[in-house]
């Protein structure tokens, strides 16, 4: 039994779940860093609101803290802009560099006599009338 736990333990899948899983946490402290230390204070300073979070209503007895999921809505909107702006957009932009389209299949050959561009599927230079192989 322990060989079996250990085979799936040594699994690429579980190990690049792994790995992924632990960087993934890792990166989501970075953007929350950069929401949280950059993106918002650059919010609060046009909109001379730095916190909505004592936002509330009361009705009837009840408490509505409105302005707690305005903060939430604002952060995840910052966090979204802020993965797509910084991360998604350069990524999609080298991978669309690092992929070059293969070449495209001639429609052309050279003669060999006097060195004209002639149809691939041509068995004569159009030219010189030399037969082509």
């Known amino acids: ?33 950069l929401v949280t230390d950059l993106l918002t204070p650059l919010i609060a300073a046009v909109a001379k609101v730095p916190d909505f979070g004592g936002l509330s209503v009361t009705l009837n007895g009840s408490r509505f803290m409105y302005g707690h999921f305005i903060n939430a809505f604002i952060s995840f909107l910052l966090v979204a802009g802020a993965v797509f702006f910084f991360v998604v957009k350069p990524m999609n932009m080298l991978i669309a560099r690092s992929r070059k389209e293969p070449p495209a299949d001639p429609t052309t050959k050279k003669c060999k006599e006097c060195l004209s561009e002639i149809p691939i599927e041509a068995s004569r230079c ?3 009338t030399q037969v082509v192989a």
């Not at 060989?3 to 953007?31: M, P, S, Y």
């Open 1 to 33: 039994m322990f060989k079996e736990f250990k085979q799936f333990l040594l699994r690429g899948n579980v190990v690049d779940l792994a790995v992924g899983v632990v960087i993934g946490a890792a990166f989501g402290t970075i953007v929350t860093a």
């Open 126 to 128: 159009s030219h010189c």
